[in-house]
C-alpha cells in the first residue's frame, strides 16, 4: 500500500487525483498505475485500470487469479467490475468512499450473488493516509468540500 501511495503523490503532483494501484502476485509486481483521466483526457485512466493494463501486456495474459491489487481509494464500479473481469483474488484499499465506492460504501458490487469470480476485499488498510492525501489535493484544488465529505472513516460509515 505504501507503494501505491507514492504513486497517487506523484499522479496528485502532475494534478491528477491522487490514487495509485499496484498489482502483486507471489510478491511480484505485475503492473501499477496512477491516475491519468486529464493527461490522457480520457474518463476510463483510473489507477486501477491503468495497472490492469500494464500486467496484461507485461504477462501476455488478462486474467490474474491468485493476485492482489492495492489501491489507495475504494473502487468505483467501473474498476470493481474490470478486477473481476480480470480474476483477480483480492482487494485491498485504502480510503473509503461512500459516494463511489464499489466493493463496501455505496454497494458491493464484489459480493454479487451467482457470481463466478470471486474478490476478497479488505478496506482501510493505511486509511488516514490516503484519505489525507485526497483531502489536501481537494482541499487547495477545489475547495474540498465534495470529496471532504466523499471520504469517509471506518468508524463512521452508516
Known amino acids: 500500500m505504501r507503494r ?6 506523484q499522479a496528485g503532483a502532475e494534478g491528477e487525483t491522487p490514487v495509485g494501484a499496484i498489482l502483486v502476485m507471489d510478491g511480484s509486481v505485475l503492473g501499477q498505475g496512477a491516475n491519468a483521466r486529464g493527461a490522457r483526457t480520457s474518463p476510463l485512466e483510473h489507477a486501477e485500470v491503468l495497472a490492469l493494463r500494464r ?3 507485461r ?3 488478462w486474467r490474474f487469479p491468485g493476485a492482489t491489487l492495492y489501491v489507495t481509494l475504494e473502487p468505483c464500479a467501473m474498476c470493481t467490475g474490470a478486477l473481476l473481469q480480470a480474476r483477480v483474488s483480492k482487494l485491498v484499499f485504502g480510503a473509503y468512499n461512500r459516494e463511489t465506492g464499489c466493493c463496501a460504501s455505496l454497494l458491493n458490487l464484489a459480493d454479487i450473488p451467482g457470481s463466478r469470480t470471486q474478490l476478497e476485499v479488505v478496506g482501510g488498510v493505511l486509511e488516514n493516509e490516503c484519505s489525507e492525501q485526497l483531502k489536501i489535493f481537494f482541499g487547495t484544488r477545489r475547495g474540498g468540500r465534495a ?3 466523499a471520504l469517509d472513516s471506518k468508524s463512521s460509515r452508516g
Open 55 to 57: 500486467a496484461a501486456r
Open 4 to 9: 501505491a501511495l507514492a504513486l497517487a503523490q
Open 147 to 149: 470529496w471532504l465529505n
Open 59 to 61: 504477462s501476455g495474459d
